[in-house]
């Protein structure tokens, strides 16, 4: 499929690869602004309570020490959604919540200057758990959240925001149905996605309100608007967005450690450096929502899907900043996967005194899906139907219909993912392994094999307005300007591939512009595996619009018209007569020509991602040992395979496939601790214990953009840990509710009372 092409299709290596590798990459951390201070964050030791004393002056008075602040310094700045989350507040509302900022010469004496701020507590009732939360005397976080529950709405999306599905005659459908199943099923384990370079940013204040934000996010044109609106509009500011080292979702916006960076700039004057430990990485940074689901499925004997009812509590911790939007796209994203005409899933979204929940690869889908199908597994074990014709069966067809997130009914207008799904099952050899629900595929003695399968998509690859320029410089060069921080995935790469091979030129001849707010165009950012259409839509549409200037302007050179002419290599040339031709410079040396793309929003496609999985179960000790993945996908066109090899390969990692097995976050429900705040205790995969992983890519051009592709990174994750926990429970013969599958839940399980090895009696 990428026959006829000079770059699309083929192996890159990352032109940034070697300065990574090497050290040469300067990350956030490495940079080194002069006379800048070094900040530090002063955190509660109590999951709620009211702050009534602080006494700073033995920190203030302290060699090295520039500031101190606390609530009764700062401006009213808030966050979240609803902005009500004060950036430093009289009140904590989760072990790690901000008391106090300082700013100091080193980071030693930021941290001795921490250790002499006094602080007196009047503690609080704390609730950790969202169903408790909601109970009548249950201890009330916010004054604006009466009964800790948040407004569903998502002000960005349109007044008709998806806050809940609603379709059909419920009542009627549950009639037709020949299996129902019902029962409740959680995922509150919340895993960390935990890239490897922790939140930081750089702030450098200037009067009157002016302020220039070195960030390390994936999307820095975001951080301006955002933080313009938590400022109260009153603060003009510059974001510059450089390497990131990692996001996986999470750092789509790291509002909090911005504004304390700012704030310390604007009471020292000088340039403040805030960068968060790994422990406060793990303890203080945003989770995955939590969510748990009681519901209701109803299946006909034919796979289709009669019903789907539930009541969705969502626990977003101390505040929401992306749970509603989350919840919305969730909604959504089921309705791609399951081909059903009654719904009544209603979610409540809840505040509970631990860190807060943030978007996360596999945005509000993949926590869904992790709740919903585990009980549509139950209904199709019913009527013995196979899951992965099931899945094949319900997944969005062409011409079909579904309700996005803002509300509105969009027609389906990609590919039939079925193909793709038909050569991942045929890889995986499902045929042979699908022995029946409850049915282990192989018992060896206390170790016993399952297999399960699981499939996601996402209307979101064209979300949100993306602008591009594209420059041409008279010696054949191009320069795409675009606001695009690199954070891992090669997708800043991927872009001038693009714009390379509408300019048919050679990859070392295009470069792209820093991510800097002040000159570069708006850009949304990579997120929902939005960067292969909508990011590379608008760099298309700029090169081509740049190439189009060009031809007009050396067209009367020629005494032809533009139409005629083509270009290749920095020349241009009659398409009827080759050897006519003149460099790009025949423009003049003062002259260069700007093209300019904008994409619009577009929720007419999705991209899909089946996921097959093996796994081995000890019964013995509890052990899950995954064996073998199959990721079966059609990404249209593919840009890079190396690229697109990487970021399905991350199916493990970052709260992914590995959230169902390894990764979670332990809380203390007396305290509100998090206990396993560090990379020794916070379970990770290592690359002894990887799975094999095979990646079935088909490529079937999409009406996208010119080169007809679709991105499929940012769902990887997404498919794999429902696929798991059906896997387990076939493997054991025993239903499993509840993520991770630790060695605790997995015996827990098994020996409950009426359960034995086969299924349950």
């Known amino acids: 499929m990428t026959s006829g092409f000079r770059h699309i299709g083929q192996a890159t290596t990352r032109r940034d690869g070697p300065d990574v590798v090497t050290g040469r990459t300067r990350f956030l951390d490495d940079i080194k602004l002069s006379g800048m201070l070094c900040g530090r964050v002063l955190r509660s030791p109590h999951a ?95 004054e604006e959240l009466p009964g800790n529950v948040l407004p569903p709405q998502v002000a960005v999306f349109g007044p008709t925001c998806l806050t809940e599905l609603i379709k059909g005659d419920v009542d009627g459908g549950f009639a037709e149905a020949e299996a129902v199943a019902e029962g409740t099923f959680s995922c509150q384990n919340l895993p960390n996605p935990l890239p490897p370079e922790p939140p930081g940013a750089i702030a450098l204040w200037e009067e009157p309100n002016k302020v220039t934000i070195w960030v390390s996010n994936q999307s820095p044109y975001v951080d301006k608007v955002r933080l313009f609106y938590m400022f109260n509009r009153e603060v003009e500011i510059r974001t510059l967005g450089g390497p990131c080292g990692g996001s996986y979702g999470s750092k789509l916006m790291s509002w909090q450690v911005q504004a304390y960076a700012v704030l310390l700039s604007r009471a020292t004057h000088r340039p403040v450096k805030v960068m968060f430990s790994k422990e406060e990485h793990l303890s203080a940074f945003v989770l995955r929502p939590g969510m748990r689901l009681t519901g209701r499925v109803g299946i006909k004997k034919d796979g289709s899907i009669t019903a789907v009812s539930g009541r969705l509590l969502v626990d977003t911790g101390h505040y929401s900043m992306t749970t509603q939007a989350q919840a919305a796209v969730g909604l959504g994203e089921m309705q791609l996967s ?124 064209g979300e949100d307005a993306s602008e591009a320029q594209v420059r041409l410089h008279p010696d054949g060069s191009a320069f795409v300007i675009s606001c695009q921080s690199e954070h891992g ?137 995954l064996l073998r993945v199959v990721n079966a996908t059609d990404v249209g066109r593919i840009i890079d395979p190396l690229s697109l090899e990487g970021q399905l390969n991350g199916c493990l990692g970052s709260a992914g496939i590995d959230g169902a097995l390894w990764e979670e976050t332990v809380l203390d429900s007396g305290t509100g601790r998090i206990l396993n705040s560090n990379l020794l205790d916070y379970k990770w995969r290592t690359t002894r214990d990887l799975p094999i992983i095979e990646n079935v890519v088909l490529e079937t051009p999409v009406a996208s953009h010119r080169f007809g592709a679709l991105g499929v990174g940012e769902i990887s994750t997404s498919p794999g840990p429902a696929a798991v926990l059906m896997a387990a429970s076939n493997a054991l013969g025993v239903w499993l509710r509840d993520y991770p599958l630790t060695p605790e839940r997995v015996l827990g399980a098994l020996y409950r009372p009426g359960s034995t090895l086969g299924g349950e009696t």
Not at 415 to 433: H, L, P, S
Request: aromatic letters at 8%; charged letters at 25%.
């Open 338 to 461: 399951l081909r059903c005409p009654n719904w009544d899933l209603r979610p409540t979204i809840v505040c509970t005194n631990r860190n807060a929940s943030g978007s996360v690869r596999g945005f509000g889908g993949q926590e869904l899906k992790c709740v919903l199908m585990p009980l549509v597994n139950q209904a199709l074990a019913k009527l013995d139907l196979d899951p992965f014709q099931f899945l094949k069966q319900n997944f969005i067809k062409p011409n079909e219909d579904f309700v996005w997130r803002d509300g509105h009914t969009y027609t389906y207008r990609g590919v039939d993912y079925t193909a793709a799904m038909d050569a991942g099952a045929a890889r995986f050899g499902w045929e042979q392994k699908w022995k029946g629900w409850l049915t282990p595929t192989e018992v060896r003695g206390a170790k016993r094999r399952g297999v399960g399968v699981g499939v996601h998509g996402n209307a979101d690859v």
């Open 48 to 142: 709620h309570a009211l702050i009534t004393h602080v006494d700073t002056r033995s920190a203030r008075e302290l060699a090295g020490v520039h500031a101190v602040l606390t609530w009764e310094d700062v401006p009213d700045w808030r966050g979240g959604n609803p902005r009500i989350t004060r950036v430093l507040d009289r009140k904590v509302r989760f072990v790690g919540d901000a008391v106090a900022l300082v700013a100091a010469e080193t980071a030693e004496t930021a941290a001795a200057a921490l250790d002499l701020i006094e602080v007196e507590y009047e503690v609080l009732p704390a609730v950790f758990d969202a169903e408790e939360a909601l109970l009548p005397d249950a201890p009330q976080l916010y």
């Open 489 to 625: 995935t090669g997708q800043a790469g991927n872009v001038l591939k693009m714009a390379a091979e509408v300019l048919q030129i050679s990859l070392d001849k295009v470069t792209l512009s820093p991510a800097d707010s002040l000159f570069t165009p708006y850009e949304f950012g990579p997120a929902g595996s939005r960067g292969t259409y909508a990011i590379g839509s608008a760099v298309i549409a700029a090169a081509e619009d740049a190439r189009r200037q060009l031809l007009e302007l050396l067209a009367p050179r020629f005494h032809v018209a533009a139409d005629e002419l083509d270009t290749e290599d920095g020349v241009v040339f009659v398409k009827e007569d080759p050897e006519r031709r003149l460099p790009w410079r025949a423009i003049g040396p003062d002259r260069t020509v700007t093209g300019y793309g904008r994409f619009e929003p577009d929720h007419t496609l999705s991209n899909c991602l089946m996921s097959f999985v093996e796994l081995e179960v000890d019964t013995n000790t509890g052990r899950v040992e």
